[in-house]
């Protein structure tokens, strides 16, 4: 999008992490907690629906509590013997989002900042952004273990916005969860809500305007 001087509006992009760079995640779980001899449902039940479950993952969020202890604690939750990378297992079969990343990697030669805005599950042992191979497409990371804080509190996005080093209205955030966009779209950021369609890379590309390859 653009002013009708042909002054480019936006200038910064920032990108949640799942649900926009990785795909397949709910078929992951259920595969993996089938191998298990878990309910297909039981990752998601005990991250986020048993109370001591969600207690461990905001935990884990905000850096009070590293992977590994997590990994241990929930394992036990779960029922699973071996804890050893738990969230790595568990995320093995996770894919990266091949439009998603191609249109970041097109945004960033079109001259965009790009931020990765991410609410964390931990980066040791298992760092779910170096192993989908997105962690060098950014100009900035921010990320809430590291912060002690996560979305959808407003102080992460105005931490993201100092560090682009940008106004609000240059930027667009993308993110899947709709309770996280909110408090960006009230600092004046433009929002895109991942909702899980085919066509959201070529939304977003249309908005930045940007011309994709084929």
């Not at 109370?51 to 461990?56: T, V």
């Not at 997590?70 to 804890?83: K, S």
């Not at 298992?126 to 989908?132: F, H």
Request: neutral net charge; proline residues 5%.
């Amino acid at each position: 999008m653009r002013h009708s001087g042909g002054q480019r509006q936006y200038r910064g992009l920032i990108l949640d992490f799942v649900g926009v760079l990785t795909e397949g995640e709910a078929s992951a779980h259920q595969s993996w907690c089938t191998a298990q001899g878990l309910p297909a449902s039981a990752w998601v039940d005990a991250l986020g629906r048993h109370p001591r479950g969600r207690e461990l993952y905001a935990a884990l969020e905000t850096g009070r509590l590293t992977q590994a202890e997590w990994n241990r604690r929930t394992a036990a939750l779960l029922g699973v013997d071996d804890h050893h990378d738990l969230m790595g297992r568990a995320w093995a079969a996770v894919r990266p989002a091949a439009a998603m990343i191609t249109l970041a990697r097109e945004a960033r030669r079109a001259g965009y900042a790009l931020a990765l805005l991410s609410n964390s599950f931990g980066l040791d042992p298992y760092n779910p952004y170096r192993e989908t191979g997105v962690w060098d497409l950014f100009d900035v990371t921010v990320i809430s273990e590291t912060e002690g804080v996560a979305k959808p509190d407003p102080v992460i996005y105005r931490r993201t916005l100092d560090r682009l080093g940008l106004p609000a209205a240059a930027c667009v955030f993308v993110d899947d969860n709709p309770a996280n966009l909110p408090p960006a779209a009230a600092l004046g950021i433009t929002t895109v809500h991942a909702d899980g369609r085919s066509d959201t890379a070529a939304r977003l590309a249309d908005l930045l305007g940007i011309v994709q390859r084929k």
